[in-house]
Each structure stands twice: as structure tokens, then as C-alpha cells.
């Protein structure tokens, strides 16, 4: 006959409590994309779970209509196209350790903090990571694709004070005729503006009057300072927006006009987050990473604007 054994004095998760690590990845994730910006933008690649450090992108070049003739064959299309490679080499961790006694005795706000903090701060490495991809925008490097906003079409120059300018209505359709020019798809294409520049447009009456904007009540931009549209073009608002100082020290910074397909997120990784209990330390160790990379896919299709940086 089986006999049943009760271990009165064992240990049970009420008593190990302070033992038992717990993984926080839901609360990580969850602010993660709560603070994304320029990754909710962009065209993303989905490559979790498959292996290579390296995703091929083809670029075909596209072809042309031939007139068809009486009594001949149609003409065949022979074009040749390119790739752009995508490297996934950036990998990120937020990592911290919670000793035993701060397990007891802290309140449940920590772990609010420390997984709202880890979500932050590997949303803002990967904006990092796609907005310095401007740098290199209209072929350029270190800006010198760049225009000015005052016109749209004076090239940057970081040469002695700089020539950075702010945005003015001119400014933003030069940039808009210069993508139609270069049939850039019209649609998914934003504006991503620093602070600054937000406060300039909003003194501009011709973004801000209600026959422009068509919005009424709380959402008017006169009222609460939201930008939404200009032109077809959604504008978002960044701090996350990169300084460049000219030759003279003067900072400018860039607002990011790009199309959608044209700036590139590859995720391997998504946000992991993993606990382990470390009796050396007396304490749980807590890793969140993430496991991606960033590439321009088309050069036409993404534009850096310098603007005083005040």
C-alpha cells in the first residue's frame, strides 16, 4: 500500500518567495513600444527564429511599355537589378540586479520603474540607430546630402557657422516636389521635427488655421500644439533627434522626411527579457535584449533638413 508523506516544516513558495526570480518580459515589452517613435515609421523585416547574420534585399530596376507592331513579336524586358544588404550587428541589453533585501522589502513601484526604464531605454537605442541613418540620406555623408529648411534645396554646409535654416512653407513643398520628382510613392511618407522646430511651425498661421488643419475644438492645433498634417505629410515630434555642430561649433539638427519603404528595421529578436537567481550576489539578475539592424533601402526616398538647433 502507498504511503502518503506531508512535509510540514518544507519550504513553500510562500516562505522562498524572495527565491523565486520573476520574469518581467510582458511589463519590458509592453513599454518598449510605448516610447518607439522612428521604428513605428519605417518598413520592418520580421526575421525572428531564422538564422544569418546578413538579409539580401533585392532591387530590381524597373522596366518600360513597348509599342506592339503589326506582324512582329513583343519586345522582351531585359533589366538588371541590385541588393541591398541589411546587416543585423546591433545588440542591446538592459540588465540590473535586485538584491533579497530590496525584494522584501521594497514596494511593487520599483519593478514599475526598472521594467519601464529597461523598455525605454532599448526603444530610444533603436530610434537612435535609425535616425543616424540620415547622416548618409541623398547619398550624402556626415549631412552633406542634406538641404536647408528655408528653400528646401540649398544644400547643408557645416563649413564655418553652418547654413542650417528653419522650416518655412516654401521649404516643405520644395522637399515634397523634389520626392514627386523622383516618384517617391505619395503615400506613407512623414516628417519627423524636433521640439524646436515644432514651436516655429506652430507660429506659422498657415498650419495652424482651422480652413488648413480641418480640425475643431480639442483637437486644433492652436489649442493643445499638435502638429498632425501638412500637405498629405503626418508630422511626429522627436527629442530623440541627433545635433550636428558646423566647423564654428553652431549646433543644427535634422527633421527626418522619409517614405516608409525606404528606411529599414530588421528584427532577429525581439525584446527578451530573462531572470536568474545569483546566490553570490545574494539577489536576481534581470537581462532584457534586443537583437536587430537598420539600413536606407532607397536614397531618394529619405531626406535630412537642417535647422537651427534654438
Known sequence: MATSLAYTNSFDVTDSGQFIPEVWSD????SYKKNLVLAGLVTV???KGKKGDTIHVPQPARGAANAKTANNVVTLNTTSGSTVDISIDKHYE?????EDIVETQALSSLRRFYTDDAGYALATQVDVDIRNLAATWNSGTAYSGAVIGSDGSTAYSGAGAGNGAALTDAGIRRVIQTFDDDDVPGRDRVLVIPPVEKRRLLGIARFTEQAFVGEVGKGNSVRNGFVGDL?????????????????NSVPYRPCLFF???SVCLAEQMGVRTQAQYKQEALG????????????SLRSSGAL???VPSA
Open 27 to 30: 511589463d519590458v515589452i509592453a
Open 45 to 47: 523585416i520580421n526575421h
Open 94 to 98: 538592459y540588465s540590473f540586479v535586485v
Open 231 to 247: 500637405y498629405g505629410v503626418e508630422v511626429y515630434v522627436s527629442s530623440n533627434i541627433a545635433t550636428v555642430e558646423s566647423l
Open 259 to 261: 517614405q516608409k519603404a
Open 284 to 295: 536576481t539578475l534581470v537581462t532584457s535584449d534586443r537583437l536587430y539592424g537598420t539600413k
Open 304 to 306: 535630412a533638413i537642417m
